[in-house]
C-alpha cells in the first residue's frame, strides 16, 4: 500500500468493522473484571483517597472572595482563544501566523508533525495549551491560601491538565489516528488486550507495564558486577565485590541504598554501573541488598534499619577485611538512615565511619519538594491503616506517587504506547529497575513519614530518640561530601543543601546536573550533563548564592568525588576477595533478597 501524502492510505471496512466489534468485546470484558475486582474486595475505592476535595474547596472560597481578579483572568483566557481564532483564520488564507502559544521546552507531547502542519490539530494543540496555562496560572496565584494547600492545588491541577492532554485521546492523537487507518484498528484490539493483561497484573487495579520485564534477569544482563553475598539477616544481604585492581585501598568502602527502591540502580550495565566503576579506582566495596519485607516483618523498626543495616554491615566488613575504619555512602532514604546512625554513633563514641557521602539525600525535611502533597494528617492516616491490615504498605503504591511526579514520562506515555498505539513497551534497563518495587514494613514506614517529613524532627537535637540515645546531627564531625542534583523533584538540591548547616565536619557541597537518577547515575564515558563545584572557603546561607559563585564542569561528577575520597581511605594494599577474611561466601552476587517480588 502506498502510504505517502498524497495517497494516504484508507482502512478495509470489513477489517475495521470486524476489529471494531472485537473492541467493543473487550471493553466489555475490562469493564466487567474491573467490577467484579471491586466486588471481591480486590480494590478499595475511598472517596478522595488524597484529601485533594478539601484543598480545592479553600482553593475556591479564596477564588470567589476576589471577584475582580476571577473575572481578569476569564478575560485572559478570552483574550488568548480570540488571538488563536485570528491566527488560524489567518492561516486559512494563505497567510502566515505566529502561534499563540508553543510547548515548553522538553515537551515531547507534541513532536509529531501533524502538530503544526495540520491547522485542525494545531488548533486543537494550542487551545489545550492555552487552558492548560489559564487554569495552571489561576491555581498558582490564589492568594490567602496556606503554602502546604497552595502546593496540593498546584500539584493536582498539573496531574489534571496533563491527564486532558489531546495526545491521550485516540480521537485528537493524529500518530493513534493513522496507526488506526493504518492497522484498520488492530491497534485498539492489542491495546485492550494489554490493558487487560495490566489490570490482572495489579489484581482488578491498572499496573501500566514501562518495560519488557522478561527482557532483563538479574546476575544476567542487569546486576552484573562479580562478587559474593558474604553476610545476611532478616533485613539485608552484605555483598562484597570482586577487586578489579591489585591494590586497594586500605579502607573498604559501605554503600547503603534506599530501601524504596533496589539497590541495582547502582550496578545496572557495566558501561554504567557506580558499583563497577568504583571497584575499578581501588575501593573495596561493600554494598547492602535491602529484602523486600512481607508481614512477618511488619514489626522491623527505623531502628531494626540501623541496627541490621550499617551498624551490622560495619561489623560484617571488619570481619571479612580486618579492618575496623570504613568509608560509606548514603543514597536518599538511605542517606537518612546514614545521617541518624552516624550521630547515634557519635553519641556512643563510635569511631569506625571516616568518611561519609550523601547522595540525593534528605535530613532537613522543612523543603521536602512535591511528595510533600502526599503527607498529610489524613493520607498519613489511610497509609498507615492500609499497613494495619497488611503489615506492609505494598511497593506499588510507592511507586504510583514517584510515578505521579513525572506523569507525562512516567504514566501517560505508557497508556499512549500500550493502551492506544497497541504496541508492547520497549526494553529499557532502567525502568525495569524502576517497576520492580519494594514493600515499606509498617513501624519502619510510619515511623519515617511523621518523624521525617511531617514533622521534621530528625534537624531537632534530640527531636529522635533512637535506643535511649538522643539523635544530634551536629555531633557528625568526620568529613562529608554531599551530592545534589540540579533538576532533583524528590530531594531538591535547596533542601539537600541545608545539611551544610548541620554538620560539624568539613562538608563539601557538589551539585550534579539533571535528576534523582540521571544525576546520580552519571559515569565519565558517557560525556552527559555537568556539575558544578565551588571550592572558596565561606559560609552561604541558600543553595542559591552558593550556586552563583560556583564553577561549571563539563559531564560526571565522579573523578572529583573519587579525589575527595582517595585521600580519606588510606594506603594501598593488596587486593582483597570476598571469602579471605572470617565471613566465607553465601552466595553468588546479586543475591536472593534482590529477586524478591
Known amino acids: 500500500m502506498d502510504k505517502s501524502p498524497e495517497n494516504p492510505p484508507t482502512p478495509d471496512p470489513a477489517e475495521f468493522s470486524k476489529n471494531l466489534m472485537e473492541v467493543a468485546a473487550k471493553s466489555q470484558k475490562l469493564v466487567s473484571e474491573f467490577l467484579a475486582a471491586q466486588a471481591e474486595g480486590k480494590t478499595q475505592p475511598v472517596p478522595d483517597p488524597l484529601n485533594v476535595g478539601q484543598a480545592f474547596m479553600e482553593m475556591t472560597a479564596k477564588l470567589m472572595s476576589d471577584p475582580a481578579k476571577l473575572m481578569q483572568t476569564q478575560m485572559d483566557l478570552w483574550q488568548g482563544y480570540m488571538s488563536l481564532w485570528q491566527n488560524m483564520a489567518e492561516r486559512m488564507m494563505g497567510q502566515k501566523a505566529d502561534d499563540v502559544i508553543a510547548p515548553e521546552k522538553g515537551d515531547k ?43 496540593k492545588v498546584e500539584f493536582y491541577t498539573r496531574q489534571f491538565v496533563d491527564a486532558l492532554s489531546p495526545t491521550n485521546f485516540w480521537m485528537t492523537n493524529p500518530k493513534v489516528l493513522r496507526t488506526t487507518i493504518e ?72 554503600i547503603i541504598p534506599p530501601w524504596i527502591n533496589k539497590f541495582y540502580i547502582l550496578d545496572l550495565r557495566p558501561e554504567n554501573s557506580f558499583i563497577r566503576w568504583c571497584t575499578e579506582q581501588g575501593y573495596t566495596v561493600f554494598v547492602i541488598s535491602w529484602v523486600n519485607p512481607d508481614e512477618r516483618l511488619a514489626e522491623k523498626s527505623f531502628s531494626d534499619y540501623m541496627h541490621e543495616g550499617p551498624l551490622a554491615a560495619l561489623d560484617a566488613m571488619e570481619a571479612a577485611t580486618g579492618v575496623k575504619e570504613a568509608s560509606v555512602i548514603g543514597y536518599c532514604i538511605g542517606g ?64 504510583t506517587a514517584f510515578n505521579m511526579l513525572r506523569a507525562n514520562d512516567l504514566i501517560w506515555s505508557f497508556v499512549i504506547n500500550n493502551y492506544l498505539l497497541g504496541k508492547e513497551p520497549f526494553p529499557f534497563d532502567l525502568l525495569f529497575w524502576n517497576a520492580d518495587s519494594t514493600n515499606m514494613p509498617k513501624e519502619m514506614h510510619s515511623f519515617y513519614l511523621r518523624n521525617m517529613y511531617q514533622k521534621n524532627l530528625l534537624v531537632k537535637p534530640g527531636g529522635i530518640v533512637i535506643d535511649d540515645t538522643p539523635i544530634d546531627l551536629r555531633k557528625i564531625d568526620i568529613p562529608v561530601y554531599l551530592q545534589a542534583s540540579k533538576d ?18 568539613p562538608v563539601k557541597f557538589m551539585l550534579a546536573g539533571s535528576g534523582h537518577i540521571a544525576g546520580v547515575i552519571n559515569p565519565p564515558q558517557a560525556n552527559k550533563y555537568q556539575h558544578w563545584i565551588n571550592n572558596k572557603r565561606k559560609k552561604y546561607a ?20 573519587h579525589r575527595w575520597l582517595s585521600r580519606k581511605s588510606g594506603k594501598k594494599v593488596p587486593a582483597r576477595h570476598p571469602g579471605d577474611g572470617k565471613l566465607k561466601p553465601i552466595e553468588d552476587a546479586p543475591g536472593s533478597y534482590v529477586k524478591m517480588r
Open 183 to 254: 492497522t484498520n484498528g488492530e491497534n485498539l484490539v492489542k491495546g485492550l488486550e494489554n490493558m487487560l493483561e495490566d489490570l490482572k497484573a495489579g489484581s482488578g487495579q491498572l499496573k501500566i507495564r514501562m518495560t519488557d520485564m522478561d527482557a532483563f534477569k538479574l546476575g544476567v544482563n542487569v546486576a552484573t558486577t562479580p562478587g559474593k553475598v558474604v553476610y545476611q539477616n532478616d533485613l539485608m544481604q552484605l555483598i562484597q565485590y570482586d577487586p578489579a585492581t591489585e591494590k586497594v585501598y586500605e579502607r573498604p568502602l559501605l
Open 109 to 151: 507531547r507534541f513532536k509529531d508533525p501533524e502538530w503544526q502542519e495540520n491547522q485542525v490539530f494545531d488548533y486543537i494543540k494550542q487551545s489545550y495549551l492555552l487552558t492548560a496555562r489559564w487554569l495552571q496560572n489561576m491555581s498558582r496565584n490564589v492568594e490567602g491560601l496556606d503554602p502546604k494547600t497552595a502546593k
Open 488 to 505: 532533583d523533584h524528590i530531594a531538591p538540591y535547596p533542601s539537600v543543601f541545608k545539611a551544610t548547616h548541620i554538620y560539624s565536619g
Open 542 to 561: 541558600t543553595a542559591d548564592e552558593w550556586l552563583k559563585d560556583a564553577e561549571e564542569k563539563p559531564g560526571s561528577w565522579w573523578p572529583d568525588w
Open 336 to 399: 537518612t538512615l546514614l545521617a541518624t546512625t552516624l550521630a547515634y554513633m557519635a553519641a556512643q563514641g563510635d569511631k569506625r565511619f571516616k568518611a561519609a557521602t550523601f547522595l540525593a539525600a534528605q535530613v532537613d525535611f522543612s523543603e521536602p519538594g512535591e511528595l510533600s502533597v502526599f503527607i498529610d494528617e489524613e493520607q498519613i492516616r489511610m497509609l498507615e491503616e492500609q499497613m494495619e491490615k497488611q503489615g506492609y504498605l505494598d511497593g506499588n503504591t510507592m511507586g
